[in-house]
């Protein structure tokens, strides 16, 4: 029977060829932006190296300080922490494998030939090398002991690299950074912009910035990380982190303070973030995902209308067959299995275009530079959420037209149909 | 046994401002194995009445049965499988889909009966054999002539093995000789597989090949 809808179904596309492709055209555009939009989001928030321990890693991106008074909570600083506070409440939690305090990255000036070169430099300690695997074309991270010495020795990638040594090996070279001078130690692979935790160009210890963690502030301009033993340490550690929080001396501050910071993933900090401008320590993330969903089907309603339009006339123009398979015994539910599998069957086709289309716009946008050292894939998470919002379009726009025509009553689509 | 009957039926159409009564009080009794010819002007309820035979629509009122048992009352999914296991269709206008091939045309009932796709092929060839048309099974209805797609709407209709033959005008569109062809067939079906057939025309010469004629003026029976 499967057969005889898919033949159907091609025969009734191909008749009507312009009508097929304005069909096709509206479901490839849409799925094709979602699939894009899908693919970056991935991009950021996917657990693809050297963030291979995201499922397990909990970041500390931000911290609050609200005034309470009786008219409620009133906004007071939402910054980074400082690596002052960091050590306070990291050290030795329970269910914690490994710490690590990143600092935020920031641009420096280099001169090669007499040529204005700008970097991101980041300052990190040794355990970053251990919480992310980032896959070293050359060399190694700096060490412990290179780290408490304070070494100025750097990691930097690839594309550092081409820019101070060309395409040459350059472990135990040097090169200037602000005015300083580093000794490379290793070269990684370039990682985009928009993977926010570990993006630099140049990784170099905190022990070579003298101003690293030298008074008592809370906030400050660097991420903690924590990674657990397991994610079911997660509770535990948050709970044990935030009771450390609660307990620091904030009487520098305003006495009303309130102090407001959460472990919690990257996608975790920008839902708390949006929904409750980091004032409060709940999860959002539910909440982000059910706005992204609304915000998925708000971009498919036209397209959808548009198309359970266009399905609308395509049965009227098939009442005639419709009414021939309702006399010969079709059930209703068959018909509208039939008219599902139709719809499904372009808006399939619409969906591997729109693959197609989305591959080759994100290998642009990567070629471009754009978006420094983004390279969009296609993965098979963005695959299957395309094949899902395929899916999802497909049975929309087909369901009301399919149960209109199911309701139809035999005789009038005889009707209908005849000549 | 009664094939089909029909007690004391009206039956009657509702728009927004009219009301038309397009059969009334009719009965009726076709035994199995007859073949009947109903006639009467345009208009008459002809069409109505072998929707009502063809449970294609419901009376208004009174009843009807199939086969000696009540269907008033029956689901619409009970009715498919009644007119998909008993019932077959020929239409004047053929109504073949346009889109498939002949062969594919006279599967769409099989369609929905438990049959292997094996079986579903081996049974339109067949009913393709007997209206003389198997060396066309993969030509589309617009290739054909009006007397052949006739043709092949009567394998559609007979490829189930139905009791039941409802012909609606089904020499209508053709010429002289085509209907006579389409009637020898029909006759053929009747007298071989035992089909009950029932038959609307406006043509006397056909109605005259019949057993029976029936006959319909403004919404009731006249004879």
Redesign the interface.
């Known amino acids: 029977m499967l057969k005889n809808y898919l033949k159907t179904a091609w025969v009734v596309f191909m008749r009507r060829k312009f009508f097929t492709f304005v069909n096709l055209f509206g479901i490839t555009f849409t799925l094709a932006i979602l699939m894009i939009a899908s693919a970056m989001l991935d991009h950021i928030f996917g657990g693809t190296p050297p963030e291979v321990n995201q499922r397990r890693t909990l970041g500390i991106y931000r911290v609050s300080m609200c005034e309470d008074s009786e008219e409620g909570r009133d906004m007071g600083i939402s910054a980074m922490a400082s690596a002052y506070m960091l050590e306070q409440c990291m050290e030795d939690l329970p269910g914690v494998e490994n710490t690590s305090i990143i600092g935020m990255f920031w641009q420096v000036l280099s001169f090669i030939d007499n040529r204005k070169v700008t970097s991101y430099l980041r300052n990190v300690d040794a355990n970053f090398w251990e919480i992310m695997q980032f896959e070293f074309i050359e060399g190694r991270p700096f060490t412990h002991d290179e780290y408490d010495n304070g070494a100025n020795v750097a990691v930097i990638n690839e594309a550092t690299r081409d820019k101070f040594f060309g395409n040459t090996e350059c472990v135990g070279n040097s090169f200037e950074a602000n005015g300083k001078s580093y000794r490379v130690v290793g070269v990684v692979e370039n990682v985009p912009i928009l993977r926010f935790t570990p993006f630099a160009d140049i990784w170099v210890p905190h022990t070579t910035d003298p101003g690293y963690n030298q008074n008592n502030e809370l906030v400050g301009l660097y991420i903690g990380l924590m990674l657990a033993e397991s994610r079911d340490a997660f509770p535990m550690i948050k709970e044990e982190f935030i009771s450390r929080v609660n307990n620091l001396d904030i009487s520098a501050y305003h006495p009303n303070n309130k102090i407001i910071s959460v472990p919690e993933t990257f996608l975790d900090n920008i839902a708390r973030l949006i929904f409750s401008f980091g004032l409060s320590t709940g999860n959002f993330t539910k909440q982000l995902y059910i706005a992204a969903f609304i915000l998925m089907i708000l971009f498919m309603v036209l397209p959808t209308l548009n198309m359970v339009n266009l399905n609308m006339s395509r049965i009227m123009e098939r009442s005639s067959e419709i009414g021939v398979r309702k006399a010969f015994g079709a059930p209703s539910a068959t018909l509208v299995g039939q008219f599902l599998v139709e719809n499904i069957v372009l808006t399939s086709a619409g969906g591997l275009l729109a693959l197609l289309i989305a591959y080759v716009v994100l290998a642009v946008i990567s070629s471009t530079g754009v978006i420094p050292y983004a390279q969009f894939t296609l993965n098979i998470r963005i695959f299957l959420t395309a094949v899902g919002i395929a899916f999802v379009f497909g049975t929309f726009s087909g369901v009301y037209p399919a149960w209109r025509m199911s309701r139809m009553n035999p005789v009038d689509a005889l009707r209908g149909g005849a000549a | 046994m009664n094939m089909i009957t029909l007690e004391n039926v009206d039956k009657v159409y509702r728009t927004d401002k009219i009301e038309t009564l397009a059969l009334s009080n009719v009965n009726l009794t076709v035994e199995e194995g007859e073949f009947v010819a109903v006639m009467g002007p345009s208009g008459c309820g002809k069409s109505t009445l072998l929707?009502l035979v063809?449970l294609?629509?419901k009376p208004s009122k009174g009843a009807v049965r199939m086969m000696d048992r009540d269907i008033n009352g029956n689901s619409?999914?009970k009715m498919?499988?009644l007119?998909?296991?008993n019932i077959?269709?020929i239409?004047q206008?053929f109504?073949?889909?346009n889109?498939?091939s002949v062969i594919?045309n006279v599967?769409?009932?099989l369609?929905?009966?438990k049959m292997s796709?094996k079986e579903r092929r081996n049974r339109c060839k067949e009913a393709l054999e007997k209206v003389d048309l198997l060396s066309r099974m993969h030509h589309r209805p617009s290739q054909l002539s009006g007397g052949q797609q006739q043709r092949v709407a009567i394998a559609?209709a007979i490829v189930?093995e139905p009791r039941l033959l409802l012909a609606d005008e089904p020499t209508g569109n053709l010429d002289s000789q085509m209907g006579f062809e389409i009637m020898d067939i029909l006759n053929g079906l009747n007298k071989n597989a035992n089909t009950t057939i029932v038959m609307v025309t406006h043509d006397q010469r056909l109605a005259d090949d019949t057993e029976r004629v029936i006959r319909l003026f403004d919404g009731r029976r006249i004879n």
Do not use: Q
Request: net charge negative; charged share 35%; aromatic share 10%.
């Open positions: 929707n063809g294609l629509d619409d999914r498919a499988k007119r998909n296991e077959g269709f239409f206008s109504h073949l889909v889109d498939l594919d599967e769409i009932p369609l929905y009966r796709g559609r189930g």
